[in-house]
């Protein structure tokens, strides 16, 4: 992505920059100059999140703020530098200068979805441990193409969705793969609908000049280059196809997962998908409005992802049901909620909260609740439905070779083609 000087140049830079800060190389208690070392990459709404949840956990020890947005990386960098009580936090708009740097042992991506995999396979690379937000990665063979880096280079990934680490939703998921609602057969997301949008914006906004702060070429990354407008960037780039699929796979991915975890099929996918989708005929808003996307596995289970107000997945079965909305979990009785998982039954994985499970994960080698391989299965559901929504019929999926079935046009849709100089 960029040639020999440039990266020497740049690598420079940021080491002649950078803290002394030693790392930890194994679990237990740490001292200050033990601490894991972190930059963060996106800084700014979820990004912003993760990297003030980490600020929390006296393990880490985040060293730098990167942004494309310079604003967005100085803001975040003062109140890393406020909680630490001093200076020394580096401030790049570029991540490379951070993947550079040998004295950061990991990173955390909260960036647009389009540049996810770049971003993280690059880090792999380099020996960086990885928080990576959802979805995992803009298509279904960059998501496979982060799976083989992180396993390639032995590396620790933990996928943002974060509702595997919280307990009433591991209850719920163990309530349902212990039968307590009887044989399950439907299961029914709603991620959202229409567009979220944040800020005065319609998406019939003209162009407009760069902003001074902000690298629109490092923002767009490997998508198309397109005349900049305020309502494309930050936040609102999730309604763009450009660089996401709407709440298919934005509020999506936190449903599909919660659901195939639910059904003992997140391992796996599903063998046929069928979706319909209402698309936006003028703007730079073109995700699906509205949308219902049905899925049947090969164990008969059925799974539809369908637009709707709010969030929530509703697990269906021959005895009861089971709610999970955005913070709780409801049941057709009270006697299915207060049912006690037996020692011998079925039990998920223990988390002490998202983050804090990937730092464990990065102190003990160990496998964090949503790591690669679990983040690819889930978004590549949400990316078939979407898929099948914009070829306008059914389509038959193999979930061990991750192709569409004797349907060369479908597959074409399984990846995509970067802008140069971008490359996995």
């Not at 919660?258 to 989708?277: F, H, N, Q, R, S």
């Not at 709780?328 to 006690?340: G, P």
């Amino acid at each position: 992505m960029m040639n020999r000087r440039e990266f020497l140049k740049h690598a420079g830079r940021a080491v002649a920059a950078a803290p002394l800060i030693l790392r930890a190389p194994q679990a237990g208690a740490v001292s200050p100059n033990e601490r894991i070392t972190m930059a963060c990459i996106g800084v700014g709404n979820q990004g912003g999140g993760n990297t003030r949840q980490f600020l929390n956990d006296p393990r880490v020890q985040i060293v730098a703020s990167c942004d494309a947005d310079l604003t967005r990386a100085k803001n975040m960098a003062a109140i890393i530098e406020d909680r630490y009580g001093q200076k020394g936090c580096a401030v790049t708009q570029d991540f490379r200068e951070l993947i550079a740097r040998k004295d950061i042992d990991t990173v955390m991506i909260g960036t647009p979805d389009h540049t996810h995999a770049v971003i993280t396979i690059a880090a792999a690379r380099v020996g960086k441990d990885i928080y990576c937000e959802k979805p995992l990665a803009f298509t279904v063979a960059e998501g496979r193409a982060v799976v083989e880096a992180v396993k390639r280079y032995e590396r620790v990934l933990q996928t943002g969705t974060q509702r595997r680490s919280n307990a009433r939703f591991q209850f719920g998921c163990e309530l349902i793969r212990n039968g307590r609602i009887g044989k399950l057969h439907t299961v029914r997301c709603v991620p959202g609908r229409g567009f979220g949008i944040r800020g005065d914006f319609t998406g019939q906004e003209a162009p407009q000049p760069v902003p001074p702060e902000l690298n629109y070429d490092l923002w767009l990354g490997p998508a198309p280059w397109v005349p900049y407008t305020a309502a494309r960037c930050h936040f609102n780039f999730r309604w763009i196809l450009d660089y996401g699929e709407g709440y298919i796979s934005d509020n999506g991915v936190h449903a599909v997962d919660l659901a195939t975890w639910a059904m003992g099929v997140d391992y796996t996918g599903p063998e046929l998908i069928d979706g319909k989708a209402t698309f936006p005929t003028s703007g730079i808003y073109d995700a699906p409005t509205e949308f219902e996307i049905n899925y049947r596995y090969a164990n008969g289970m059925k799974m539809v992802l369908a637009s709707g107000d709010g969030f929530g997945v509703r697990f269906e079965g021959s005895e009861g049901w089971i709610h999970m909305s955005g913070g709780d979990v409801t049941a057709s009785s009270d006697k299915i909620l207060k049912s006690t998982i037996g020692l011998n039954e079925f039990h998920t994985h223990p988390s002490p909260g998202h983050h804090a499970n990937f730092i464990d994960c990065v102190l003990n080698r160990g496998v964090p609740v949503t790591h690669a391989e679990l983040g690819q299965r889930a978004a590549t559901v949400c990316h078939l439905g979407f898929i099948s929504c914009q070829l306008g019929r059914p389509l038959k999926w193999d979930p061990a070779r991750e192709v569409f079935l004797d349907d060369a046009a479908a597959n074409r849709y399984l990846s995509r083609a970067m802008r140069e100089p971008w490359g996995l």
